[in-house]
């Protein structure tokens, strides 16, 4: 069993749609929590940091954390064409300090 | 300004060889590491280096050697490449404390 379980999709949504993008784990060492975005051929890409419970936003995108439920959420609000990319989730192992990424979800957002 | 970058792009060579993967950062971060991407788009962590030290070694065969000259540097290098060795490797950078790093595009090794 991964530490980090992510749907891998894909996820098929219309331009416009509200996108939820969600990660559960596992492990209490998990404290620090980041979503990346990478398009093809291209590297991962930070979207989104945060350490607390609760939300964070920045335009169209909201990070949610539920650290009692371990659990973490992101959402695309108004989705365009050219959000279309695998969503990585990574959280930060404060015990082995390292970064451990969820499996990615693949989203197409069509026109 | 590109933040970390890596070369080549590209790398495809034949099983048996060895090949060398560079990587740079201009961040000033302490920490690099070395990822793995396989085909289904999995990230795993092979290395990690603090201050040109060895901080994490995940289990990586021993072919793997990464090499750290300075803390804005860190190489890879592959002894006698297997055709399982085909994959994207990233390089990121890390600032000091807990937080996230920052990745390269990558290069894609291709073992024929």
């Known amino acids: 069993q991964k530490e980090v379980e992510q749907d891998p999709g894909p996820l098929s949504v219309p331009e416009g749609a509200i996108v939820s993008l969600n990660c559960t784990y596992s492990?209490?060492?998990?404290?620090?929590f980041m979503w990346y975005r990478q398009y093809s051929r291209k590297g991962p890409e930070l979207l989104m940091y945060?350490?607390?419970?609760g939300n964070k936003e920045d335009g169209r995108f909201t990070a949610q954390v539920d650290k009692s439920s371990k659990y973490i959420s992101l959402f695309i609000r108004d989705s365009q064409p050219s959000d279309s990319a695998t969503y990585l989730c990574?959280?930060?192992?404060?015990?082995?300090?390292?970064?451990?990424f969820g499996t990615g979800t693949r989203l197409l957002v069509s026109p | 300004d590109t933040a970390v970058s890596q070369t080549p792009k590209y790398l495809v060579t034949q099983m048996g060889n060895d090949k060398s993967i560079k990587c740079e950062q201009n961040?000033?971060?302490?920490?690099m590491y070395w990822y793995k991407q396989d085909s289904k788009k999995f990230l795993k962590i092979m290395f990690s280096?603090?201050?040109?030290?060895?901080?994490i070694n995940e289990t990586v065969p021993n072919r793997f050697s990464p090499k750290s000259p300075d803390k804005a540097h860190l190489n890879l290098h592959i002894n006698s490449l297997e055709l399982g060795d085909s994959a994207v490797y990233f390089c990121?950078?890390?600032?000091?404390?807990?937080?996230?790093?920052?990745f390269g595009q990558g290069t894609r090794l291709t073992v024929v």
């Open positions: 990121a950078s890390k600032a000091g404390q807990p937080g996230p790093a920052f």
């Open positions: 492990n209490s060492a998990f404290q620090y």
């Open positions: 945060t350490y607390s419970s």
């Open positions: 990574a959280m930060f192992d404060t015990g082995f300090q390292k970064l451990v």
């Open positions: 961040l000033g971060h302490d920490t």
């Open positions: 280096y603090n201050n040109k030290e060895l901080i």
